[in-house]
């Protein structure tokens, strides 16, 4: 017999799986085996007192009572809302169970945000989760009173002149949901001056050499094509509005940049994505809306995306989303450089030096102290040794440096020329750098961990050189990023760093520093950044980033007058929760009393608390 209710009561509470509201728990079926032992044995237990019923889709633990409701909602999977038609409520103490019917109701319950029911891996939870955060950008979840019942959400409904057809939530042009909408799609194509965001991303990453081939797939007015041209690479476009006579052409770096969000029709857009990546024979880039805007920007719902005033379609992806429908598609992994934009890799090499890439943090190379003669003699020839060492964190191997050749000549090895630099230099200095490359190279074997980590075949030699020299092997490397990540769950910990802090802004549950100051920062607080940055992206033009150690949380601050004005006004901020990946945006741009930014010199500077 059960009567261990309180011990069940926490464990519900503490519950990783289902819905929390403040007096129950709300399972679907698909999750049960995955509850806690004690939860299992409790839910079987009220299960054989209704004659192990099958006719269930979620089980609703009551936190204060002994009691387990059996809800019965046939059309889960196929409804977006679906309603109520059948309740259990089963009294464990008493031994009794209570049948409410609801399928002869009028008005019965309904379901919302079905996401939260099921476990990620559950075939339709991204369509799930996708149509909620629709409804949360038009505002459609703000009150409870009018959404529980079918009656009340149906009015809801009629009110913004919206309707469904399957999951996909559709406005009623003239409250006829059969007339059909003529999307100008071409409309989409924006008139720019500079390099578009996605292009110029891969462009500051490296990705781009002097022999590299770009092509635009969905170039609208060709502005991209015309600047990379300019700059130097051979470059082509197509585009099926403006540029419909030119011919698709292979590439090195394809650009598909906000086209697949523009495509109504979900074959077509698959197809399209399918096609850019045949012509790509090294990088694909790939850009897509995100869910980041507010809602008082008068968008209409349209399929499964919106419709704006310039009467274009615009499909909203959620960040994971889009990378998930990437990977899908193409069967490689997209790899993050923005908010919305993603580059996929054909090597696999070449994206895991990527990867590194972006974890190099920037230091300077020692400065010369005292010259002595030997080394004035061959200060020319030592510097590429001295700026290897600097970017690399170690002595080159054989092979790695053009003027190797030159140097062994005059001083036999790298090590002994190495030594005539020290005379000069603080070797401390060194020591540091080298520190540093340990800790980049950390952060990027940590984070791909969220990822699929490559196994050390799988590097380039220079990374396989860096990670033998300053870790003597990948295991071990391997290992001490694994336990920085363990670190990272204790907020407590990133409390007493961020508040040890030599720079920044300290608040009761967070700290504010500059984004340039982020390389100089302990490697927990830029691991604890780089699990919203390298999963999400960083928003652009953002200059400020606020950690919070209360709960698991980074948060983006454009503040565009920052360098120029005392107390310059912040524009826009953007929040990552990193137990959802949920992100929120808020535009200040036209509120009078948009937060102001005050002791700005703090934020270089150890603060007091505020």
């Known amino acids: 017999m059960i009567n261990n209710f309180e011990e069940i009561f926490n464990t519900a509470r503490q519950s990783i799986i289902g819905k929390h509201l403040p007096n129950n728990l709300y399972v679907h079926i ?16 009220g299960r054989k007192l209704v004659n192990n019923i099958n006719d269930f889709t979620l089980v609703k633990f009551n936190l204060e009572e002994a009691k387990i409701s059996y809800l ?25 169970s209570k049948i409410i ?45 009018y959404i529980g019942t079918q009656t009340e959400w149906q009015q809801l409904l009629t009110d913004h002149s919206l309707t469904f057809i399957d999951h996909n939530l559709v406005c009623n042009i003239n409250n006829n949901p059969e007339e059909f909408i003529k999307i100008d799609r071409h409309k989409a194509a924006i008139h720019r001056n500079r390099l578009s965001r996605p292009v110029n991303l891969a462009l500051e990453a ?103 005033e310039r009467n274009t379609f615009q499909k909203y992806y959620e960040q994971e989303e889009l990378k998930t429908y990437i990977e899908q598609v193409l069967n490689k992994e997209a790899i993050p450089a923005g908010l919305g934009i993603y580059f996929v890799f054909r090597d696999e090499e070449k994206a895991n030096n990527f990867r590194a890439s972006r974890f190099h943090s920037k230091v300077k190379t020692p400065r010369i102290l005292l010259p002595v003669k030997k080394f004035a003699d061959y200060q020319e020839l030592l510097t590429p040794l001295m700026n290897f060492y ?56 940590a984070l791909s961990r969220f990822g699929n980590r490559p196994n050390i075949r799988q590097l380039s030699p220079v990374l396989k050189a860096d990670i033998k020299h300053l870790f003597g092997n990948y295991q071990a490397a391997c290992f001490l990023a694994d336990e920085m990540l363990i670190t ?15 720079v920044g802004k300290i608040f009761e549950k967070s ?23 390298r999963t999400i992206g960083r928003m652009e033009g ?61 934020l270089m500077v150890k603060s007091s608390m505020v």
């Open 390 to 445: 600097t970017e690399r964190g170690r002595l080159p191997e054989k092979g790695e440096l053009t003027q190797e050749t030159e140097i062994k000549t005059e001083f036999r090895s790298f090590k002994q020329a190495f030594k005539v630099i020290l005379q000069v230099t603080n070797e401390s200095e060194w020591d540091n750098i080298a520190d540093q490359r340990r800790q980049d190279i950390l952060l990027y074997l």
């Open 72 to 96: 019965y909602y046939p059309d889960f999977d196929s409804n977006p809302h679906p309603p109520l038609v059948k309740s259990i409520v089963v009294n464990i103490v008493e031994k009794t």
């Open 206 to 308: 490296g990705l781009f050499s002097d022999e590299t081939t770009f092509f635009d797939y969905g170039c609208g007015h060709g502005l991209d094509v015309k600047i990379m041209a300019e700059k130097g690479y051979k470059s082509n476009g197509w585009d099926l509005y403006y540029q419909p006579n030119n011919i698709f052409q292979k590439a090195d770096i394809v650009n598909l940049g906000y086209i697949i969000n523009v495509i109504e029709n979900v074959a077509e857009r698959r197809e399209s994505l399918v096609k850019a990546w045949s012509l790509t024979n090294q990088v694909l880039i790939v850009a897509a809306q995100v869910l980041i805007d507010d809602r008082q920007k008068g968008f209409m719902v349209y399929g499964d995306g919106i419709i704006t």
């Open 30 to 45: 698909s999750t049960l085996t995955y509850l806690d032992n004690i939860l299992q044995k409790y839910e079987e237990e």
């Open 101 to 145: 019917h609801y399928n002869q109701s009028n008005n019965p319950p309904i379901l919302h945000r079905k996401e939260t029911f099921v476990r990620v891996e559950y075939p339709d939870y991204f369509k799930f989760k996708h149509l909620t955060n629709i409804e949360e950008q038009l505002g459609l979840l703000d009150n409870s009173r």
């Open 542 to 602: 953002a200059n400020l980033i606020r950690f919070y150690f209360n709960i698991p949380r980074i948060s983006y601050l454009y503040v565009p007058d920052f360098n120029s004005k005392k107390e310059p006004l912040l524009r826009t901020t953007m929040t990552i929760d990193l137990q959802d990946l949920r992100v929120k945006y808020r535009n200040f741009a036209d509120d009078k009393n948009a937060p102001i930014i005050k002791d700005k010199h703090l």
């Open 488 to 502: 990272l769950r204790n907020l407590d910990i990133i409390k007493g760093i961020c508040q040890g802090l030599k």
């Open 511 to 533: 700290c504010l520093i500059h984004l340039n100051m982020l390389d100089s920062l302990p490697t927990l607080l830029r691991l604890y950044e780089g699990c919203a940055s």
